[in-house]
């Protein structure tokens, strides 16, 4: 028999340590003769990443594989013949680490300390070469210069420079005899989800000719692929949805159709959504707020293959299927390897000891927002067996604004909405306009528009929710990291709905981010609010430090004190502002963190300062002892 209490004071066994330590979080997935390679970030081991083979740990305990450029890495490692080719966080420098154990030091040391970058590479099939991007950063702390190279595998240390006339590379790619690199470039102001080109050269002994550049500048490729017949194929846009093609004599075939996706913002290096198999093509794609896999065969037919998963990642090829990481509503992301019949599990997942009753299952919500348009959030409801709502209370509403901006609600299992869910919250996490996996028109609905658009939709669930009377009107709180942290202190600073905010590493200085951030997002602004500084009216005008006078609502901020791309310098700022005011806040900064905290340590103490402000703002008392958050 469940009991009756009031939302914010239900004990939950899902607790902050639940959330945070032991999990794993899982990048890319090689297959190779040997077995199924893939990498895990620990929080435990503060952050580190460790390259795992069959489920035993391939890299030394000293050693974390991460690399720095465009700052969020991704694409730190491959293999070539069973030996791992990695970049160490340490020096960022490239390693390869044979069967035997033996090291062998790749790239040359740097002028200064992390000056050569290197991310997203490949081995030639001749065993001879790694092609990957390379990023050269100066003393002069100018922006610094990205290329695509190609790194000797015999221990020489040579480095030899393939392309360098844009911005930004990824995602080079060999053909299976060896002659031919594909690779993805773009320039500022665009990202790589905007307009990004693709280009074809001829390869040889470490060299690249005739280099010729492929398709239209209007649309944002993802992920060339090489077939084992020597076919190119590329996921595009260009028909508004992120679609396969094959390309024969230079025109685009296209292989898939539907309003769906198969690419996911390119935010990290290494991202993987096909395969091939055979004459077959497995793929990934995201439709309605879930994931799902299918086979597209030589003929055009495409099949689906039942998976229980709603959370589709990095994917490869065996044998007779493929090997990805999956996660459901019920279930933490796991290393799977599936055949059309079959399915096992390869990593070792923790064991929560709860039953899926638990964890909350959302209901994907289209709503009404501004300009008589609609969005769509993932509504969870509060979720917890031994206890109930009251008949005359309405339960309390976090709404998460996902970051990016560009970027989407995660379709699987997350702890950390359990937390909130358990304990009598309804969550609603929003694919605000400008979010992935509803069409380019939809993701780039954010162009000039950001801090306006999103921070409307945010507002708009929370006040479709509040009519529906599915939730309490004078307990609406919103939280977010980074873009969403700006998404949170613009919505608490241009509208009066919300009674409490909390804001991760958020922007809270446009102008100072346009001023002050790397290189990779150095003119993501452009696209989003205009060109700096010419557009400095709107940037004042958007930006919550500049219009304190209007805040009138209590906030928490969380913020790393090493943040190379919102610095910490913001969080103060706002943190004044608020004292000026007299409202009540609280910021919680944590001297060995970056953008993104890693250590298990300070994920925890930044989720319990989150429930002890809210419950300080909404007057529940939680049931969980928590540390003394100050609030000023």
Known sequence: MSK???????????????????????????????????????????????IVRDGVDVVPENINVRTLVHEYGGGAWSVASDDLIYSNYEDQRLYKLSQDGQSTILTPEPEISRGLRYANGTPTPDGD?????????????????????????????????????????????????????????????????????????????????NEERIGSTKESFFQPSW????????????????HLYRLEDKEFIQL??????????????????????????????????????AVLEEDGSVSGIHLEATSIGSLASTVDGVAAVVASYVEEPAVVQITSSDQTVCSSPRDLGLKPEWFPQPELLEFPTSEGETAWAQVYVPTNPEFQVPDKELPPLIVLAHG????????????????????????????????????????????????????????????????????????LAIKGGSAGGFTVLAALTFHNIFSAGASRYGVADLEALAKDTHKFEARYLDRLIGPWPESKDIYESRSPIKHTDQLNT????????????????????????????????????????????????????????????????FDFTPADSLPLLTIN
């Not at 040579?158 to 594909?182: E, H, M, R, W, Y």
């Open 256 to 293: 898939t159709f539907g309003n769906f996706e198969i690419a996911t913002p390119q935010w990290v290096f290494g991202l993987s959504r096909y395969v091939f198999l055979e004459e077959s093509i497995w793929f990934a794609y995201s439709k309605s707020g879930k994931d799902y896999l």
């Open 554 to 617: 209590s906030l928490l901020l969380l913020q790393g004190s090493l943040d190379p791309i919102v610095p910490p310098n913001q969080a103060h700022m706002m943190a004044e502002a608020l004292k000026k005011k007299n409202l009540p806040f609280a910021l919680l900064e944590f001297p060995d963190e970056g953008h993104g905290f890693r250590k298990a340590e300070n994920q925890i103490r930044a989720l319990q300062a989150e429930l002890s402000f809210f419950a300080n703002q």
């Open 4 to 50: 009756v209490a009031s939302c914010g004071s239900w004990k939950s066994p899902i607790t902050a340590d639940l959330v945070v330590s032991g999990a794993v979080g899982f990048g890319e997935v090689v297959v190779t003769e040997s077995g199924i390679w893939w990498s895990e970030s620990r929080p435990n081991e503060g952050g580190r990443v460790v």
């Open 129 to 209: 070469w790694f092609i990957c991007v390379q990023e050269k950063h100066s003393e002069t702390n100018g922006e610094p210069a990205n290329s695509l190279v190609a790194v000797s595998l015999h221990g020489t240390q040579q480095v030899n420079q393939l392309a360098l006339d844009a911005d930004f590379f990824s995602s080079p790619t060999i053909s299976p005899n060896g002659k031919q690199l594909c690779w993805i470039q773009w320039n500022h102001p665009n990202m790589p989800w905007d307009n990004t080109e693709l280009w074809v050269a001829d390869f040889q002994d470490g060299e690249i000719s």
């Open 404 to 475: 990016g901006p560009t970027g989407a609600a995660r379709t699987q299992l997350q702890l950390s909405i359990a937390w909130w869910t358990s304990r009598g919250f309804c969550v609603a996490d929003v694919d605000y306009r400008g979010s992935t996996g509803y069409g380019r028109e939809y993701r780039h609905r954010l162009h000039d528009s950001w801090g306006i658009l999103d921070v409307a939709d945010c507002v708009a669930i929370a006040e479709h929710l509040v009519e529906q009377k599915r939730v309490d009107q004078n307990r």
């Open 227 to 242: 077939s084992p017949r020597g076919q190119l194929h590329v996921v595009t846009d260009r028909d508004n949805w992120w």
